[in-house]
């Protein structure tokens, strides 16, 4: 039988060849679409491979910076508790900001300042350490701004402040910092071009500046924000330190259980603790680890989460603060724990509870109940205005509207001029744990109020007394919104002369404690330096931050609490030793607090993972191109067997049975088939070139320009071919199913449409 199949393509080979041609179609088609699907599949893998280069594991910090000298050799071992970097790694300081032509011409926003050293070009695609000290920028942002080699331009960033500019009382806006510099080189994706921590089609605007010189300009000192390590330590060299936690507690038979912990040396159920305990002298036989101080890296872990432990003063203990004001809900926790937890194989036992604290800035302290709790309008109430606005020029001013005039024609600032006396402006109000803190009332209740002896001397106030409290908090538009809360002022009064009673309460707040005179704050929130009297700032220059007054805890959290936190200190009683609340340290979440281990690679490799074939998906949108083709196929074949039909009667006649001559033409349409298919493969090359081509051209707003790879891959070619076939031999069961109905008779004398009748 193969004999009579060749013989007999050969024989109608111009019968055969629209049916070939019609086979070659299909598979143009259908093998075109999933090469398009690999391509862009292929490409999206290129991109995510060039994003990230050699980079396997990544800590991020969120708001936070962690140390990172220069020198490797003093470089932490640990980071946050959560991250071994490794020999080798690469600290990044990411930033965003702006880029303009030094010319002015032409400007790019939403730039990602990068500051790197030659470790980070190390981890790039090309693996080539080409720091040279000059500024690099990728091949979009040139292209934006029209820059090459040798031009000049002007970086701007934010200066990064304590903490978020959305919070109450966050100071004064961050300052931009300017780097001027002339364009060292231009990278292509070879050279992280299109670095970036997650995945986008296209690559951002991004400038690479030395890091030295961007840790300069924004102040941070040797300090970073993201620490990058290579894909695989014991490859690459990041050695025994490096590669992340789950490589290393792998190596030194950890295992993971919940949370990091030991096998069968401690209840799951214990707070992470490990780090500060077993894990440290896991790691005194670990080169890299042997002169690592576990107290010291605790020490050195409240730096990394940004709390201050510092002693008070008159030997009264110590404290936990934070630049950033307030303290953070996990810290507080963190706190909470270390004063309950026992841990057994330490030394260091548990420290005294703490004294909670809330110091705040309140905008004036007034003599009297409010007259209403709405908030201002430039000093003035706002049912006050509403009413004043009603009336004017009904009736000449009276009472307190009289001098509010007066004052206001004199230059005064209308708070002042409506109270006079009765007004203190600009002090600290402290909420304290009245029964915990030995020198506040214990019976202090939610709706009083204890005074010093300075302030009841200003607004001439004594116990029983109503003051009202105006301050201002962060409304849901980032705007301050003033509100007033009214107490009764409780004896005895507070004499100055208190132990306690000094300017350690008042937090760090920015650009505020360095300045010598009080009307020369410069806070960033609102601030009036004219309401600032001689005696306001005779009381800044003698006692400086020192509360005024101090309310209940509740109270003031209700007050002045927020979703930054609703505490400033946390103190702890003279004889606390500082070891004792270093420990605190071991019970801080560091995810809690924004620091996050990622293995970049292997996220961005799963992104590119998509849930939908593209292959299928392109096939997909080409059904009816295969279906007609197909179609077309069959009817062909259907044409071919019918010039034949005296053959196939023949057949018959000398005794071949209708399914065993079926059977032969089908295996001739197979062999037609898989000829024609394999034609459609060349075809299907350049099919898919020119979609790629028009996917980058003609269609580049649907794909942001994306360049994309032209990707062959041996199995979706096979499987094209055999798609090909399969779909051409059921086209052509199909219609030659009609045809082998008839008679050896009707076909011998192919008069087939007579006999159909």
């Not at 089609?201 to 010189?213: D, G, H, R, S, Y």
Request: proline fraction near 5%.
């Amino acid at each position: 039988m193969p004999s009579l199949i060749r013989n007999s393509i050969r024989h109608n080979w111009r019968t055969h060849l629209g049916v070939v041609l019609g086979c070659a179609l299909a598979s143009l088609v259908l093998v075109g679409a999933l090469m398009v699907g690999d391509s862009v599949k292929g490409t999206l893998r290129a991109q995510a491979e060039a994003r990230v280069g050699k980079i396997g594991e990544a800590l991020l910090c969120g708001e936070r910076f962690v140390p990172w000298p220069a020198d490797k050799a003093k470089r932490p071992a640990v980071l946050a508790r959560m991250f071994f970097p490794g020999k080798d790694a690469a600290g990044v300081l990411l930033m965003q900001g702006s880029a303009v032509r030094s010319d002015g011409k032409a400007r790019a926003n939403k730039v990602q300042v990068v500051g790197v050293d030659g470790d980070f070009w190390k981890l790039s695609p090309s693996g080539s350490d080409k720091a040279d000290g000059s500024v690099a920028l990728n091949e979009r942002i040139a292209a934006q701004l029209s820059l090459k080699v040798g031009d000049e331009l002007s970086v701007y960033v934010e200066k990064p402040g304590a903490f978020s500019k959305d919070a109450p009382l966050s100071g004064e806006e961050a300052a931009l910092v300017t780097v001027k510099a002339r364009v060292g080189r231009i990278v292509g994706d070879e050279d992280f071009g299109r670095f970036a921590l997650t995945a986008s089609q296209v690559p951002p605007n991004t400038v690479f500046v030395p890091l030295a010189e961007l840790q300069a300009k924004v102040g941070l000192g040797e300090k970073v924000n993201v620490v990058l390590t290579f894909d695989d330590p014991l490859i690459y060299g990041g050695g025994e330190g490096g590669g992340g936690l789950d490589s290393l507690l792998e190596r030194f038979g950890f295992r993971k259980v919940n949370k990091v912990s030991l096998a069968g040396t401690r209840d799951i159920r214990e707070p992470d603790v490990i780090w500060s305990l077993r894990l440290f002298e896991k790691f005194q036989g670990v080169p890299e680890f042997k002169d690592l101080n576990k107290d010291a890296a605790l020490r050195e872990t409240l730096s990394y989460f940004e709390i201050r432990l510092g002693d008070l003063t008159n030997n009264l203990g110590a404290e936990l603060r934070s630049p950033r004001i307030f303290l953070d809900a996990p810290i507080v926790a963190a706190a909470r724990a270390n004063e309950s937890t026992k841990l057994p194989e330490s030394p260091i036992t548990a420290p005294p509870p703490g004294l909670d604290s809330l110091t705040y800035f309140v905008t004036a302290i007034e003599k009297g109940a409010a007259s209403d709790s709405e908030p201002r309008s430039g000093g003035i109430p706002a049912a006050e205005n509403q009413t004043r606005s009603a009336n004017q020029g009904s009736a000449p001013p009276t009472g307190d509207q009289a001098l509010r005039a007066k004052d206001t024609a004199a230059g005064m600032p209308p708070l002042l001029g409506s109270l006079h006396s009765q007004s203190t402006p600009y002090s600290m109000v402290t909420a304290i744990d009245a029964p915990a803190s030995g020198f506040v009332q214990a019976e202090l209740a939610d709706d009083e109020i204890q005074i010093t002896r300075w302030l009841a001397d200003d607004l001439d106030a004594k116990p029983g007394d109503k003051l009202t409290l105006r301050y201002s908090v962060m409304g849901e538009r980032r705007e301050l919104i003033e509100k007033t809360r009214t107490f009764t002022v409780l004896a005895p009064i507070i004499e100055m002369e208190e132990p306690h009673l000094d300017s350690s309460w008042m937090p760090d707040f920015p650009n505020v404690p360095d300045k010598d005179s009080f009307s020369k704050w410069k806070p960033g929130f609102p601030f009036d330096s004219k309401r600032i009297r001689k005696k306001d700032e005779e009381y800044w220059e003698k006692h400086r931050g020192t509360p005024k007054a101090f309310v209940n805890l509740k109270v003031g959290q209700e007050m002045w609490g927020n979703r930054w936190g609703n505490l400033t200190s946390i103190r702890y009683p003279a004889g606390t030793k500082r070891e004792q609340v270093e420990r605190i340290a071991a019970f801080i979440d560091p995810k809690a607090l924004g620091f996050r281990v990622v293995n970049l690679r292997e996220q961005a490799l799963a992104a590119t993972d998509a849930p939908v074939d593209f292959g299928q998906l392109f096939a997909s949108f080409s059904f009816f191109l295969i279906a007609a083709a197909a179609v077309l196929t069959g009817l062909l074949f259907t044409f071919t067997i019918e010039q034949r039909a005296a053959e196939a009667g023949l057949l018959l006649a000398v005794g071949w049975t209708r399914k065993k001559v079926r059977r032969l033409f089908l295996k001739e349409g197979a062999l037609l088939a898989l000829i024609g298919a394999t034609v459609g493969v060349a075809g299907a090359v350049l099919y898919t070139k020119a979609v790629l081509a028009a996917l980058a051209g003609a269609w580049s707003g649907a794909t942001g320009g994306t360049t994309f790879l032209f990707v062959v891959n041996t199995g979706t070619i096979v499987g094209g071919i055999l798609g090909s076939v399969l779909m051409a031999l059921f086209a052509m069961w199909l219609a030659s199913r009609k045809l082998f109905k008839h008679e050896a008779s009707a076909l011998l004398s192919g008069n087939i449409a007579e006999a159909a009748k």
